[in-house]
Structure formats: structure tokens, C-alpha cells
């Protein structure tokens, strides 16, 4: 069922950009008025951006995440959207998301943006500051500016008189950078919308270099991975007797060797040793990717917990590398023991025939606006986000908000400038794909 839908989906979608692109590199009389009306409210788009960003919300800080979602529901409901908050179980330890809805018929968008940022209340770097055409701020970059874009490609939309009857969820999660867990009701909702629709854009941050732009159709997976050694604690003159073994640390060594020899090679697929700690007496909360030990060089270990990262370009390459992972595991150096878990938080987005047929239509769009042709961004060069939740269900095009660099730091900046190209690319679209445009015509 859900294989029949996103070839209908794919199918119509081939459909439609076939038709709005026969304009070739040309905006059509409503296309224009769009870009018209983009370029004279930039003002107001950096506004909301600018008060977005002096509201704290780290992803703990709960009452920012709301108030950063009240802004937002403001401005939804000024659109007719129908918004709820959808609050999470106290024991989450999560503030919830906000999600806003239109009924419409045809073509249905999901629109995903978040209202969490990494820096936490406590942190130095807490205000919007600009110079020039740049600006300076938590979140600014991811992805306050993605969710100011969402609401002003809506305002477009509506200015020539055609978002009435586009069927569109918004959906702005405020745990992105820290999801809670367990996923399957931290992202319920979401994947619900997700199977609901026929297109998803996500709006973290466009990538502009090499002298082009460039459309973001992939995203690989994100997951971690624990391994935990015994060996036998003994006199270290007697490693490698046929009483004493190995030991946990060169057991871990081995493991984690193979990992590298064995397990690699398989474009899309990396994992990562975070960390690794061994002796006689080890503590370590995952949590906090944090522990201690202690150990002394005349003793053989008897404990080590290896700790990292694994990131996959589809569900079936991550499948594989875990099967290889727990044989490598399971084949122990002598009187050693080693057991591995994994833990999955983002799936991966993996490329497909709808995605790069959005991308196409994204670039035709591009051309028309003057900026040359989009190439596809490696997604080795890209974390994961939300946008992976839904793309085993829809097609999906990602990186459609504006121009930042440094995010996750105090340097984290935008191209303020870049706020109204967003815009323009992504009320297009919507108004390429939802029909509108061949109606237009």
C-alpha cells in the first residue's frame, strides 16, 4: 500500500512538473507576483526571525520551546491554518510540538521545521544580532530562519489567491536536536502526517557553494552503537596464558579494528569509536558520553565499553553492517566475552525517482529566478533530521530554508539576503506542484 502510493504520488508529480516546466526557464504572470510581493516584505520576514531568535529554546528549555511555538501559531492562525500543540508524557521530559493544518484537495504537503535549538539556557550566546546582511543568533540558522521561511511562502501563496484548497500540514517539532525518546511517540505524530502526504519539504538550511546551489534529495541514517567487553582480571605477567586470555582491551581492539577492515566501504555507510574506555573498574552513562576508569599496567582488564556512531544511506545498508557488526562480536579472542547494542534515532532518507523529480523541478525554478541550475548534495556531506521520519512514506526534498554556516556554534550566522531566495523557491514549488500553475496556464 504505501510502495502503491508513492508511485502514484511519484507518478503525478512527473505529471505536473511536466507541465509547469514547459514555461522552461520563465515564472508565469503569478509566479511574478509572488517574487513582487516576496521582495517588498524582507522586513517583516527578518522580524519574525529576529524574535524568534531572542527566545531562548534550547531543546530542555521547555518554556522557550512554547513561547518560540506560540510566535509561530500566531502567525499560522493570521493564515487560517487550524494549529494545536501536542504536549508529550511528563516522563519525556520534552516540551511537545506544534503542528498546524488546512484542509484543501489535491496534492498534499507536509512542511517540517523545528523550534528547539542546541544552545540551552545557560549558554553565553542568546540574542539576534545583525551587521549588515548578516546575522548572528542561536538557531538562526537551524532552523529559526526555515520556520520563518515556511510562514511567508504561505503569504505569498495567499497574496495571489492560491493557497485556499492546497491541502498543507505544518509541522514544527520542538525536539529535533534531542529527540525524545522513545521515538515511537516522540515522532508519532509526524509520521502520521508523513504517511498523509504526498510531497514533504523540510526547511533547515539551503548549501550554496562550488558556484551553485545545490537540492538536498538525501540524508542518511543516524544510530549508535555500545560495546561491551569482559576478560579475565589477572597478573599481568601471565596476558595470554591459556588461563588468563586476552583481556577486555585487546578484545575491544579487535572488534573495533575489524569494524574498520571488515564493515567499511559501502558508500553511505561511516561509524565512529566515540569513545572507548577500559580497565579493572569502568563506569560510563551513554547518556552523557561520559565515565571513568581505572586500571593499572601490571593488571589485565577486565572491562571495556566502547561507545560510537554508525550512519547508513538506506534501512537495508544499515541492516547489513549490523549483521556483519555482531559477527565480528561474536567471534571472541580467548576468555573473553563481548556483546554489542544498537540504538536507532533517525532513519535514513534515501535517494528515490520522487525526490530527484522534485529537485528537478526545484532547479527548473532556480533558473527562473536567475541562479543557474541546482545540482543533488552529497548526503555524506549532511546530517540527519526530522525529514527522515517521513521519507519512507512520501516524497521528499530537504535544505529548503536559507543560507546560514556555523550552526551548533557561537558563531552561527545567515545571509539575511538569502531569507527572500527561500521564499520565492519554496511558494513556487508549492504552487508548481499543488496544480495551480497548469491552471494558470
Known sequence: ???????????????????????????????????????????????????????????????????????????????????????????MNRAGHLFATKKGKGKKFLLIGHLDTVFEADDDFQAF????????????ADMKDGNAVIVYALRALQHIGALDGIP??????????????PLSISRRDLIEAG?????????????????ADWATIARRSSSSWMLEVEGKQAHSSSIFSEQTGAGAIN?????????????????????????????????????????????????????????????????????????????????????????????????????????????????????????????TWDPLRRGAADISFVAPYTDALAGMGALGKGGHTPNESLALDSMALAIKRAAILIYRLSGKAAQEQ
Request: aromatic share 6%; net charge negative; glycine share 10%.
Open 168 to 181: 498543507i500540514t505544518v509541522a514544527y517539532t520542538g525536539d529535533e536536536e534531542k529527540s525524545g525518546r
Open 129 to 140: 544580532s545583525r551587521n549588515g546582511n548578516i546575522a548572528t543568533g542561536p538557531g538562526i
Open 251 to 375: 578484545e575491544a581492539a579487535r572488534i573495533i579494528d575489524a569494524f574498520y577492515s571488515d564493515v567499511r566501504g559501502d558508500y553511505g555507510l561511516t561509524f565512529n569509536a566515540g569513545t572507548l574506555q577500559g580497565g579493572t573498574t569502568v563506569s560510563y552513562d551513554p547518556s552523557q558520553n561520559r565515565g571513568k576508569t581505572f586500571g593499572k599496567t601490571n593488571v589485565v582488564p577486565n572491562t571495556a565499553i566502547a561507545h560510537g556512531g554508525i550512519r547508513a544511506l538506506s534501512v537495508e545498508q544499515l541492516a547489513r553492517a549490523k549483521v556483519k557488526m555482531q559477527a565480528i562480536v561474536a567471534s571472541h579472542l580467548p576468555k573473553t566475552s563481548a556483546s554489542i547494542t544498537f540504538t536507532d534515532s533517525y532513519p535514513p532518507m534515501a535517494p528515490s525517482p520522487g525526490n530527484r523529480a522534485l529537485a528537478d523541478e526545484l532547479s527548473t525554478i532556480n533558473q527562473a529566478l536567475g541562479r543557474g541550475a541546482m545540482k
Open 1 to 91: 500500500m504505501k510502495g502503491m502510493k508513492r508511485f502514484c504520488a511519484s507518478a503525478l508529480l512527473v505529471a505536473v512538473s511536466a507541465s509547469v516546466s514547459a514555461q522552461g526557464g520563465q515564472l508565469s504572470e503569478n509566479e511574478k507576483a509572488m517574487v513582487s510581493w516576496i521582495d517588498a516584505p524582507q522586513d517583516k520576514a527578518i522580524a519574525l526571525l529576529e524574535e524568534t531568535v531572542n527566545i531562548g529554546s534550547g531543546t530542555m528549555n521547555h518554556a522557550g520551546v512554547r513561547a518560540v511555538g506560540d510566535v509561530m501559531a500566531r502567525e499560522l492562525d493570521s493564515l487560517g491554518l487550524e494549529t494545536r500543540w501536542i504536549d508529550m508524557p511528563e516522563e
Open 195 to 211: 504517511k498523509w502526504a504526498d510531497i514533504a519539504l523540510g526547511f533547515e538550511g539551503a548549501i550554496t557553494t562550488e558556484g
